[in-house]
């Protein structure tokens, strides 16, 4: 298999290098660059540096996701999810954090804060048309093939 490198730069000592939990992972786990204890505030936004930034190769972004047992213990999403790191992108990756929960929350140096996801990607070139309707959808947007979507 051909695995893609990705340069990475650590932009102070407390910067922590992304890492895999284990061999089956497929995100990165981002730790935030914090040095002392931030506070999230219920129902409010903030956004956490990791002190790290990549080099992508061409064709390449990374998806920025929550953290699975952020969200289902306290709460906390990306609230962008996922947020796109793309390959010319050079600046610092940061995270922005949403609290949903009813209690301010600790993000403390070094915590686990999301997963970056390296993912392949096409780009395709746009021309103007007719676009029909033939297909068994047609037009069919938000519910048209499940549940129905109530707008109220």
Same mark, same amino acid.
């Not at 730069?9 to 730790?31: C, F, H, I, R, V």
């Not at 064709?59 to 962008?80: C, D, M, P, T, W």
């Not at 686990?112 to 033939?134: F, H, P, S, W």
């Given at each position: *298999?051909? !695995?893609? =490198?990705?340069?990475?730069?650590?932009?102070? =000592?407390?910067?922590?290098?992304?890492?895999? /939990?284990?061999?089956?992972?497929?995100? +990165?786990?981002? @730790?935030?660059?914090? $040095?002392?204890?931030? !506070?999230?505030?219920?129902?409010?936004?903030?956004?956490?540096? $990791?002190?790290? =930034?990549?080099?992508?190769?061409?064709?390449?972004?990374? &998806?920025?996701?929550?953290?699975?047992? +952020?969200?289902? =213990?306290?709460?906390?999403?990306?609230?962008?999810?996922?947020?796109? !790191?793309?390959?010319?992108?050079?600046?610092?990756?940061?995270?922005?954090?949403?609290? *949903?929960?009813?209690n301010d929350f600790m993000i403390e140096p070094s *915590?686990?804060? /999301?997963? *970056?996801?390296?993912?392949k990607y096409e780009r395709v070139n746009l021309e103007?048309?007719?676009?029909?309707?033939?297909?068994?959808?047609?037009?069919?947007?938000?519910?048209?093939?499940?549940? &129905? @979507?109530?707008?109220?």
């Amino acid at each position: *298999m051909n !695995i893609p =490198k990705v340069s990475i730069a650590l932009l102070t =000592k407390e910067s922590k290098m992304p890492t895999y /939990a284990t061999d089956g992972s497929s995100g +990165l786990d981002l @730790y935030s660059n914090n $040095t002392e204890t931030l !506070i999230l505030k219920s129902k409010s936004q903030m956004l956490i540096s $990791t002190g790290v =930034k990549i080099k992508l190769p061409e064709y390449h972004e990374g &998806q920025i996701r929550s953290r699975s047992g +952020l969200a289902a =213990k306290n709460e906390i999403f990306v609230l962008n999810s996922p947020g796109t !790191i793309d390959s010319d992108y050079r600046g610092e990756i940061k995270v922005i954090l949403y609290n *949903m929960s009813e209690n301010d929350f600790m993000i403390e140096p070094s *915590m686990k804060i /999301a997963q *970056m996801v390296i993912t392949k990607y096409e780009r395709v070139n746009l021309e103007l048309g007719v676009v029909e309707n033939d297909t068994e959808r047609g037009s069919g947007g938000f519910g048209s093939t499940g549940l &129905q @979507y109530n707008s109220n």
